[in-house]
């Protein structure tokens, strides 16, 4: 018998291109969200109140909505690669105009046109990844991409305001312009299109499939044909809703967990980051754990978060009053609300598999409508 034959077939494993793109997704994580540690030193250096300087966490949360189908049309014809690199680039020059930005106007557009930078750079890479890595590790490859915006909840967002607060708000701006600039020339050394784009034009690792002017318009309208035919059946609004919904349950929770902890839990204020720290590492946790569901079965993975969480938002409201039991009980809310997040991204995979791009765009938008609809209905 042949050494090969008695050899184990190997482990399938998460390509290494998969974790170079969560840590750019970590980069434009802590950008999305490091405003709320700066806003007083900014809305006093811009001469706006507090709750305006808020409106910048709005004005990305609404670019990510509209942005990422947008810049998908916009760059279909495109490799992903060059895609990918082009988003990184225009977002890194996006925060160098908001660093310089001598008004809160114009700021105010720097926020809106990295969102758009940055919806973009989440459907493509969501595809990318999608594309490259084996079958039997998509919702852990999945699942490592919002693993990134996790982390940046966790080490990103305080790491932004530590900057902020002992440099200038101006700061952090200019630190993430220079990481994502970084991170661009790393897609660009080792980023290759797979060998099986989406876009079957695409013919080879090195992009040379790209067309030419005269033949880019009909191309463009046979992929925009075969991305929108994506949308015309059932399955694929319900996993977009099932993603706007799920959101907006965690969120709708989580922007009022601080005054739950100290106005019904009698927690002190000085140890609220604390929990939220604990809710991060939970959904960290969760992200983890789910995605190897995912692989394994991505519907139980699916119905088992949207059970876990109910149960885990329930036990909260029961236990809301005792400190302990409901700190536990954030963490918990952390794992099972993130821990469906692979398989969500997933399941719109299969659905549209034949031209996954638009879709994805507009899950990344359900994800952010979400976020916007939770901290209102809640």
């Not at 630190?175 to 600039?181: G, S």
């Not at 079965?297 to 938002?313: E, K, R, Y």
Request: charged share 10%; net charge neutral.
């Amino acid at each position: 018998m042949t050494q090969s034959a008695t050899s184990a077939a190997p482990r399938p494993r998460v390509p290494g291109q998969v974790y170079l793109l969560a840590a750019v997704i970590f980069c434009l994580g802590t950008s999305e969200f490091m405003i709320a540690g700066i806003l007083e030193p900014l809305s006093a250096d811009l001469d706006v109140t507090i709750p305006q300087a808020g409106l910048l966490i709005t004005g990305f949360a609404v670019g990510m909505i509209v942005g990422a189908p947008a810049m998908t049309l916009l760059t279909l014809t495109l490799p992903r690669r060059a895609t990918m690199i082009v988003m990184i680039i225009g977002f890194s020059a996006l925060h160098i105009l908001a660093a310089l930005s001598p008004s809160y106007g114009l700021l105010m557009v720097s926020r809106v046109l990295s969102a758009f930078a940055c919806g973009g750079f989440w459907a493509v890479a969501a595809v990318h990844t999608s594309a490259i890595a084996p079958a039997a590790v998509q919702g852990r490859a999945l699942a490592s991409l919002v693993g990134g915006l996790t982390v940046a909840n966790l080490v990103g967002v305080p790491m932004g305001t530590w900057i902020g607060t002992q440099f200038g708000w101006r700061s952090t701006f200019w630190a993430v312009a220079l990481v994502t600039a970084l991170a661009a020339v790393l897609i660009a050394v080792t980023t290759r299109t797979d060998a099986k784009p989406t876009d079957p034009d695409e013919t080879g690792p090195d992009d040379a499939g790209s067309p030419t002017p005269t033949e880019a318009a009909p191309r463009l309208r046979t992929l925009l044909r075969a991305e929108i035919a994506a949308f015309k059946g059932p399955r694929i609004w319900l996993a977009l809703g099932t993603t706007a919904l799920f959101q907006a349950s965690v969120f709708a929770s989580f922007s009022y967990f601080s005054p739950l902890l100290t106005r019904v839990a009698g927690l002190p204020a000085d140890l609220v980051p604390a929990v939220l720290a604990a809710f991060g590492v939970g959904a960290f946790v969760g992200v983890v754990v789910g995605g190897r569901l995912a692989d394994k079965n991505i519907f139980g993975n699916i119905v088992g978060s949207l059970a876990a969480l109910a149960l885990s938002l329930g036990a909260l409201w029961l236990v809301a009053d005792n400190a302990v039991l409901a700190v536990i009980m954030i963490v918990l809310v952390g794992a099972s609300g993130f821990s469906i997040a692979g398989a969500l991204n997933a399941r719109v995979f299969q659905i549209a598999t034949q031209a996954p791009t638009l879709a994805a765009s507009v899950n990344t938008s359900a994800f952010n409508v979400g976020n916007a609809l939770g901290p209102a209905v809640g």
